[in-house]
């Protein structure tokens, strides 16, 4: 489906948070009057449809995912299967029944639960400010196979994470720097860098509001098991907590967090390693 430029211009006015929801919407009514552009009249019709029975649409939760797997260039080839078993997670967990237990007269989307799952560093879908973000993750080592000094991991890393060994050595990694994409990896030839772990980040509690906060990162990488009982376990301190349909972020705290990594610490895939506070 197509969108004229007036179209295009007045859905990116939608806020951000329900705007993937709203253009489906739109392109979805557009479609089925048997148009192939949708114009400015089309999302006025539909916007004004969706907002006037947003009751009816929460759902309990928000997912989305990043567009990596519709060609980004910068996503690491994470599991294609992560994303339809966190949604299975969160459809089971009947988060809309929970939300309308708590009484809360007027449901709308900033009641529902967020969670977002970006295929690289990049962060575009922004887990720091999501109630769970998923980040998919491969961390660098150096192998046995011989440097060419090429230095294609050198010009790639954005972090100034490598650099070369004197001499025709192997390179130097500064771990430290390194945010896990995976790009170095992915251009050097000689297979001198490897992967040391390949699997997600997981952040917790970020959001914006009256008090916004950056989510908490459980230290290291997790596989992708890891990351689906991680989930399940947010939902079960959010349904204990939340009495009134609260921001995760303002639940959980720091102890939990560190609860967490603990729990998982036997599965953790780079442990100690860092990447956000
Ligand atoms: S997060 Fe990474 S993989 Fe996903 S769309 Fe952004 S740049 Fe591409
Ligand atoms: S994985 Fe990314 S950040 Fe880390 S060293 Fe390679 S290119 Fe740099
Ligand atoms: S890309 Fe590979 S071969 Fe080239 S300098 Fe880096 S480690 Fe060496």
Redesign the pocket.
Known sequence: MKWNPDAEAAIQKVPFFVRKRVRARVAEEARQTGKSMVTLADVKASQKRFLSGMAAEVKGYQFDVCFGPSGCPHQIGSSESLAERIEQVLTSADLLAFLKSKGIADLKFHHELRVTMTHCPNACSQPQIKDIGIIAAALPAIGDEA????????TTCREAA?R?GPDGAQ?LLSVDRCVACGQ?IA????G??IEAARGYRVQLGGKLGRHPQLAIELPGIYPETAVIDIVADCIDIYKARSRRGERFGELITTQDTEQLARRYENVNLAPGKRFGR
């Open positions: 440097c060419s000094g090429c230095e294609a991991c050198v490598i070369l390179p170095c251009v050097c030839p000689t001198t860098l």
